[in-house]
């Protein structure tokens, strides 16, 4: 079932790693929303009036919308599209931000079922260090709340491969997101970006690199202690007990069409692929002017077929040989694939083709290396 996306493009303060879009002046969160509910109206038909399963709100930090504001959304939302009853609605906020007082009023007003906490860390080291605007009492005391309100589908994000988080300390991240029961957890590696703040401290030599060998060793631990307290590893990235992955996100990873409303939102109707600007004032004029300020690409053949490989390698199911031979990439798939194979870092099983404990340590470079530049071939 398709989803739909909402960019909320607003943060309290940068975190050092982050290159998402955001803006830390909340001056214009007003016209924003505005813009949001014109964009939703012009995009009503962009999903062919098919049903939504899945609403996610995004950013930069959507709870740093007043419920208010939210409720005008939802309003909108419901005006445009039918939405499934068991939809799953999920709502990104950051532990700072989930007061008693806000999680009653998401229970009571919205019809937000689902949270993605931006944990990243239980350390107050680690949190400094990244530039996060909460602390390690908030990180705790943000869970206790939401379940206390009644939010059972949690998700949270943890970051490992930091200087400042010895692998003593991810263990103890891990311990404790599992004894909160969380069914659903998103674990990254550092990464350092261009263009962010540590980039830069990076590039003067004011901060390490990332040490590779030992976010090998902390992804190494991940595995073992989620696998241990009975979480499937069904995304490289992503950690859940039985059934509870995430509706939204599996959807992007399957290749199903989603809808993304506002700035640097992008969208996918099953063969071309669009972006919003990433600026928030020219996105707010566009739409102010009726127009959405997007470009857009229609997907190559190749890239369909690289985007499927990239993505369903991710994934516990793996890729599907029958789907890379509509495609029209069989050949090459199976070619490029065979020193995996032989390297055990990719198996298969049936039609599909699967990253090993080993092939998920190299994932990204597995994929470039099965990817097609030339012309779709037969077979
Ligand atoms: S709160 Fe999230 S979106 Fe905002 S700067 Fe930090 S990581 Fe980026």
Redesign the pocket.
Known sequence: MPGLYLHIPF?????Y??N?H?STSLRQKGKMVEAILKELELQRDFLGGAELGSVYFG???PSLLETSELVQIFEQIHRLHRVASDAEITLEA?PDDLTTEKLQDLKQYTPVNRLSI?IQSFAEEDLRWMN??HTATHARACLDEALGAGFQDLTIDLIYGSPTTPNAQWAENLRIAFDYGIPHLSCYCLTVEEGTALGTFVRRGQQPPVDEERAAEQFTMLTEAASARGYEHYEISNFALPGRYARHNTNYWRNEPYLGVGPSAHSYNGSARQWNIANNALYIKALEEGRIPFEQEVLTPEQRYNEYVMTSLRTMWGADVERVTALGFRAHFERMARPFLESGDLFQEGAFFKLSASGKLLADRVAMELFAEGKAQSG
């Open positions: 943060c309290k303060q940068a975190c790693y982050c998402f955001f950013g930069g930090t950051n931006g996060r605007a």
